[in-house]
């Protein structure tokens, strides 16, 4: 399984940026969505997450209100809008899918993965 993430580049401090995943295989019931993000030489991190069937979502506490979650189950795609990106935000974004919930925050909660994509913001 492939998930082919996108819409990463340079912005400048307070821009905004849209990430798009989409599995290369399409699942049926429920299962979740999530980003997680690697700043530069720090671990992996969870970012947001959001459950296919039921639309319920999760953030993490530094992007609560800057960045939202969305799916187009039509499209079998999930995005991240991100807004008023800050230098902080800097790292490789990744893509995961998973099965325990769209409040599983840990790496090893989630099953595939995104190759990532990097976003960089600068001050």
């Known amino acids: 399984v492939q998930l082919q993430a996108s819409g990463g580049g340079l912005v400048q401090d307070g821009g905004s940026l849209r990430l798009s995943c989409t599995p290369s295989?399409?699942?049926?019931?429920?299962?979740?969505m999530g980003w997680f993000r690697q700043p530069p030489g720090k671990e992996r991190e969870f970012v947001a997450a959001?459950?296919?069937?039921?639309?319920?979502?999760n953030y993490a506490v530094s992007v609560k209100g800057r960045f939202t979650i969305s799916r187009d189950s039509a499209a079998n795609t999930v995005y991240l809008q991100m807004n008023s990106l800050k230098p902080e935000d800097t790292a490789v974004y990744y893509c995961?899918?998973?099965?325990?919930?769209?409040?599983?925050?840990?790496?090893?909660?989630?099953?595939?993965w995104g190759q990532g994509t990097l976003v960089t913001v600068s001050s």
């Open positions: 995961a899918r998973g099965y325990k919930g769209p409040y599983s925050e840990s790496t090893t909660d989630y099953e595939d």
């Open positions: 295989e399409r699942k049926y019931g429920n299962y979740v």
């Open positions: 959001i459950s296919w069937s039921f639309g319920s979502t």
